[in-house]
């Protein structure tokens, strides 16, 4: 059984700094795209980062371009979001995400991906 676990939200302030991470277990992990998302207090789920396959191709959300990254450890099943200027509005639930292949259409999408995390609570004060 697939299963996604994450760790490492907590409350900071404007400005800082913060890593989520993200243990899967259950399959094989190298040929997946892995991908973090964020559903925000009264707002829709929406797209945040992803990384593709063993190349670890990445991509983001324009809102968090520049300040996050994310990364991807084949050998120990696990992906990090490194957040950093962290603002008000980054303030949500970030759920990890994995997508078997095929991988056709988007990405970034929520609905196309297989499996997922119970989320980690991220509060910025101002």
């Known amino acids: 059984q697939v299963q996604l676990v994450e760790s490492g939200g907590g409350l900071v302030q404007t400005g800082d700094s913060l890593k989520l991470s993200c243990a899967v277990s259950?399959?094989?992990?190298?040929?997946?795209?892995m991908a973090w998302f964020r559903r925000a207090p009264g707002k829709e789920r929406e797209f945040v980062a992803g990384?593709?396959?063993?190349?670890?191709?990445?991509y983001y959300a324009d809102s968090v371009k520049g300040r996050f990254i994310i990364s991807r450890d084949n050998a120990n099943n696990t992906v990090n979001l490194q957040m950093n200027s962290l603002q008000p509005e980054d303030t949500a639930v970030y759920y990890c995400?994995?997508?078997?292949?095929?991988?056709?259409?988007?990405?970034?999408?929520?609905?196309?991906?297989?499996?997922w995390g119970q989320g980690t609570q991220v509060t910025v004060s101002s």
């Open positions: 259950g399959r094989t992990f190298s040929n997946t795209i």
């Open positions: 990384s593709v396959g063993k190349f670890a191709n990445t």
């Open positions: 995400a994995l997508r078997l292949p095929p991988f056709g259409g988007s990405s970034s999408d929520a609905n196309s991906y297989d499996y």
